[in-house]
């Protein structure tokens, strides 16, 4: 077993620098594997900046976390030994993709282990923002039960089941990738009868895409690509499931805000960019929408109880939990050190991110 918590001692195996312990059920894949020398992160917590830099140097492999940022700092302090950068995240706007594609770095990623987590919590989020369930909750938690004046219709919410006063549901996905997929699968027992999405997919590739969702869900009565205001103004639940990064950046924006139903709920499970959280706060106080659910937000994890979205009764949020399921995590480790032990020895990668130089 070569471990080390410090600088490499020079030796014919690859170094990789590993910047959280992925616990007993992954770290011997990585610490067993005869041709590594592995330098890990000793502390349980975020990875300092300065003990990440100091460690790069001569590294074939950094096996990384959200947290990290790989920029030309870091790809330049590990040199031209660096073969592969594997992040434990399906998402990649910590990276800087050019200056990754430029120094003939591999990159590899999570994808799929993660789908039907970040699925689950979207359905969860969903239900809590239309059901009231953060100024519920504190009722209990406040002891305010026992005096609770119960009333016909208090807390009443959307159902977010198809009912017979609302016999159409229809769910707007902002990005149709796997996930928002996956969690259209399970908004299909709910009665959901309408699947709108808006996204990147070719014309081409979009309208395939809606005729097999179609065909794979006849109980829906239509699934469509449309423009942002249509999928404001027709969704019941509206999920923002597309990656971060500039061309997303605020989509869900005041114009897009004012357009939503009133009964409707917004949920990102994405990243907080996508959501412009002043026009969230105001459309939240005004009533252009019903609720919120974000498991992620602008400027996270600095979201204090001051933030004005934590202090909305009918938004929701989490710490970005999306991908919490002990099953996903192992997933994700187990293929995080897989594409890392894979791009060090020169094999292809078990999930790698095309990139274009
Ligand atoms: O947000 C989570 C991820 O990108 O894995």
Not at 126 to 142: D, H, Y
Not at 183 to 204: D, K, V, Y
Request: net charge neutral; glycine share 8%.
């Amino acid at each position: 077993m070569s471990e080390s918590t410090g600088h490499s001692s020079t030796s014919h195996k690859h170094k990789v620098v590993v910047t959280r312990n992925l616990g007993p059920d992954i770290m011997p894949l990585l610490l067993d594997h005869p041709d590594l020398e592995v330098i890990t992160w000793p502390e349980d917590r975020v990875c300092d900046r300065s003990w990440f830099l100091a460690n790069l140097p001569g590294a074939s492999g950094a096996l990384v976390m959200l947290s990290e940022k790989i920029n030309a700092e870091a790809l330049d302090k590990a040199g031209r030994t660096l073969k592969v950068v594997s992040t434990m995240s399906v998402r990649y706007d910590h990276v800087d993709l050019d200056a990754i594609a430029q120094r003939g770095v591999k990159l590899g990623h999570t994808p799929d282990v993660l789908t039907d987590a970040v699925a689950d919590l979207s359905v969860m989020l969903a239900l809590m923002a239309g059901r009231n369930s953060k100024e519920t909750t504190s009722i209990v938690q406040n002891g305010e039960w026992p005096n609770f004046n119960w009333a016909p219709f208090s807390f009443c919410g959307p159902q977010l089941s198809a009912s017979s006063f609302s016999p159409t549901r229809t769910a707007g996905f902002i990005g149709f990738g796997r996930i928002a997929q996956a969690t259209l699968a399970r908004l299909i027992p709910f009665g959901f009868t309408h699947c709108l999405f808006t996204g990147n997919p070719t014309s081409n590739s979009s309208s395939s895409v809606a005729s097999s969702i179609q065909a794979k869900y006849p109980t829906l009565k239509a699934v469509r690509r449309v423009g942002l205001d249509e999928l404001a103004r027709e969704s019941d639940v509206v999920f923002v499931l597309a990656p971060g990064g500039d061309k997303t950046y605020h989509i869900v924006n005041e114009a897009f805000l004012k357009q939503m139903k009133k009964t409707a709920v917004l949920v990102n499970t994405s990243r907080g960019t996508l959501v412009d959280s002043d026009a969230l706060i105001k459309a939240l106080r005004e009533g252009w929408l019903w609720g919120a659910g974000l498991d992620v937000v602008e400027g996270e994890p600095n979201i204090g109880l001051d933030h004005p979205l934590v202090r909305e009764p009918r938004c929701v949020v989490l710490p970005h939990i999306g991908s919490a399921t002990n099953e996903s995590r192992l997933g994700m480790a187990t293929l995080a050190a897989q594409n890392l032990i894979a791009g060090v020895l020169g094999e292809p990668l078990p999930a790698e991110l095309k990139l274009t130089k």
